[in-house]
Nanobody
Framework: QVQLVESGGGLVQAGGSLRLSCAAS????????MGWFRQAPGKEREFVAAISVSADFTRYSDSVKGRFTISRDNAKNTVYLQMNSLKPEDTAVYSC???????????????WGQGTQVTVSS
């Protein structure tokens, strides 16, 4: 069992930056690939980024590639999402997830956090 808690969301102006964190409980964090997803009002949850167990592989959606960076610190049981050059269309609830592979496919993930709100004003 893995419990995930996100933090770092907030209100930021367009062009600004935020760093999200996802802290995991339990001693098995280092066995899981991690992903970030987001859901805007009235839209389906969409893939943002994913990272492998050893952080040697990362994957990004086209909409955030070059602006967002996913990373992890297995010693701290934490995965991060550095978000730069934020746009109003990045506004959403951001959730982290733990699964067996760093895939874009949301149904492959076994554990989910509650999410943190990110709002980007124009």
């Amino acid at each position: 069992q893995v419990q995930l808690v996100e933090s770092g969301g907030g209100l930021v102006q367009a062009g600004g930056s935020l760093r999200l964190s996802c802290a995991a409980s339990g001693r098995t964090f280092s066995r899981y690939a991690m992903g970030w997803f987001r859901q805007a009002p009235g839209k389906e949850r969409e893939f943002v980024a994913a990272i492998s167990v050893s952080a040697d592989f990362t994957r990004y959606s086209d909409s955030v590639k070059g602006r967002f960076t996913i990373s992890r610190d297995n010693a701290k049981n934490t995965v991060y999402l550095q978000m730069n050059s934020l746009k109003p269309e990045d506004t959403a609830v951001y959730s982290c997830a733990a699964g067996q592979s760093p895939t874009w496919y949301r149904y492959s993930y076994d554990y989910w956090g509650q999410g943190t709100q990110v709002t980007v004003s124009s």
